[in-house]
């Protein structure tokens, strides 16, 4: 046998429509890294194994109909524009289908925010009180301020925590007497 031959996978015709249904109704699919996973989570009418995701996602992306991102055993892919044209001939849908990719989300009605005499907004909210206070004085002793200007930092080389302290001394795997070190008590 020539290792140079590919090997094609038969994917049953129900399996690739619900695949392809998916992928151009949201405009996005994940896919697991995991090719002995029965079931892809997402295809909720038609049982499809999530090998058989992969590898069609994976032939999409090799004629340039969706791009593919991998991070951390998951494959993220998306339609491109020639994508959504092929997705919409092989499902015979019209033109005015869109993918949700593409949809505008409609946003919740806001309402206008005043401003007071000064010109600033009247409603900060969270986020904005802290900016309202005015400037802090930082020679005070107060919460959350910056130190005096008599603090004096120390820098502790025996015991304690933190620090750089040489070689072999902290960290993980830090050994009793065998190891080098003191037995501890």
């Not at 505008?104 to 907004?121: F, I, M, W």
């Not at 910056?146 to 080389?157: L, M, T």
């Not at 072999?168 to 190891?179: E, L, N, S, T, Y």
Request: proline share 6%; aromatic share 10%.
């Amino acid at each position: 046998r020539n290792n140079t031959t590919k090997t094609r996978m038969l994917v049953p015709k129900k399996n690739r429509k619900a695949v392809y249904q998916f992928l151009f109704q949201e405009g996005v699919m994940v896919a697991k890294q995991d090719y002995a996973l029965e079931k892809h989570p997402d295809i909720t009418e038609t049982p499809v194994p999530n090998l058989q995701v992969v590898k069609l996602l994976q032939s999409l992306c090799s004629r340039g109909y969706v791009t593919k991102q991998f991070s951390w055993r998951y494959y993220y892919y998306s339609l491109t524009n020639e994508g959504i044209e092929y997705l919409r001939e092989y499902l015979h849908l019209p033109a005015d289908v869109v993918p949700n990719t593409l949809k505008k989300a409609s946003r919740p009605q806001r309402l206008p925010v005043g401003r007071d005499e000064r010109g600033d907004r009247r409603d900060r909210g969270e986020r904005g009180e802290y900016r309202s206070r005015g400037p802090r004085n930082f020679d005070d002793k107060k919460e959350g301020g910056a130190p005096g200007g008599d603090y004096q930092p120390r820098f502790n080389r025996e015991g304690g925590r933190g620090g750089f302290s040489g070689r072999g001394r902290g960290g993980f795997g830090r050994g009793g007497a065998a190891a080098g070190g003191q037995p501890r008590e």
